[in-house]
């Protein structure tokens, strides 16, 4: 049995690179795996279900596929958090919620998108509790596709402008709050990304000994985690 985790795909049409190396991990390395998690961010932007462009399709089908032989379960991000169960029926894949616990090879494992994680950027925070409520999704998702698409590429463009402006440390997560949800769910290993700050991270504090490992975003470098009984490792390859 083997599990892999990747996030931050942030597929959109403009980068057909991504989409193609995506696929071709899909047919190389995810159908030797029993279990896909797809931990946020596949998408750029998700303005809705009903977004029907070819390039959705193209996804659709190349995640039906995959789904032939491997389980692939998604957890929403900040970026496609409105992704729902049309779009989840379609494909097969399963949606988890955030955080979510698993057991995997008998040991503890929490599995964040890794925003939750970031709380001392706290205008984030508020905007993501209040983008998470059912009257904000439904006032969005009632508008026509062109107006949905318009309000997104505005939304990430103030986002671009106020990300230049914070403190680097503001957009990692929180030291104290990785420790805080590790003690809660009583994990020996937490795996995220959002971040993009790929690594490993050992920790030992409060008589708490546990791994961190933070997947890195899909741009010049595909990132993923293979576990399987013997091991569990970060690992990436080029994007051409």
Known sequence: MAYCFISDLHLHEGRQDLKRAFFSFLEEKVTKADKLYILGDLFETWIGDDDNSPFVAEVIDALQKANNSTEIFFMHGNRDF????????LTGMQIITDPSYEKMFNQPVLLMHGDLLCVDDVDYQEFRNTSRTPQWKDDFLSKSLSERK???????EISKQATGKKREEIMDVSQEEVIKVIKEHSVSLLIHGHTHRPNTHEIATDNLSAKRIVLGDWDKHGWYIWMDSNSCELRKFSIF
């Open 82 to 89: 409105l992704l729902g169960k049309d779009f989840s029926s």
């Open 150 to 156: 318009e309000i997104a590429q505005n939304l990430r």
